[in-house]
């Protein structure tokens, strides 16, 4: 599944903002879960997301005016698509948004 978070921050500041708001993002999966990331590149962030049992890859790619969230729903999860690609959007839209 693709997601695209349009923004008007810039590569650097979208992805500065990304980073600032990765360790809040555990406390807001409903229901708990643990959060994993790093980045292989300057522009891509690789996180998996640990819920209910299950592990999420997702992929960010950081560009000057979109982010482009690739996740990988496995099949125990597939009927939850809907409010994951919500959840991811949302928390995406929080941290580009958030204090400058």
Do not use: Y
């Not at 994993?36 to 819920?51: F, G, K, N």
């Not at 482009?68 to 919500?86: E, F, H, Q, W, Y």
């Amino acid at each position: 599944m693709d997601i695209d978070i349009p923004h008007q921050l810039g590569k650097a500041e979208a992805k500065r903002r990304v980073e600032a708001g990765l360790p809040k993002l555990e406390k807001h999966i409903p229901g708990g879960g643990t959060v994993t990331a790093h980045w292989p590149s300057d522009d891509v962030l690789d996180m998996r997301i640990d819920v209910m049992g299950q592990s999420i890859p997702t992929r960010l790619l950081i560009e000057d005016a979109n982010i482009r969230a690739t996740v990988d729903v496995p099949m125990m999860l597939k009927m939850m698509s809907g409010p994951i690609s919500d959840f991811i959007r949302t928390s995406a839209q929080k941290m580009l948004t958030g204090p400058a």
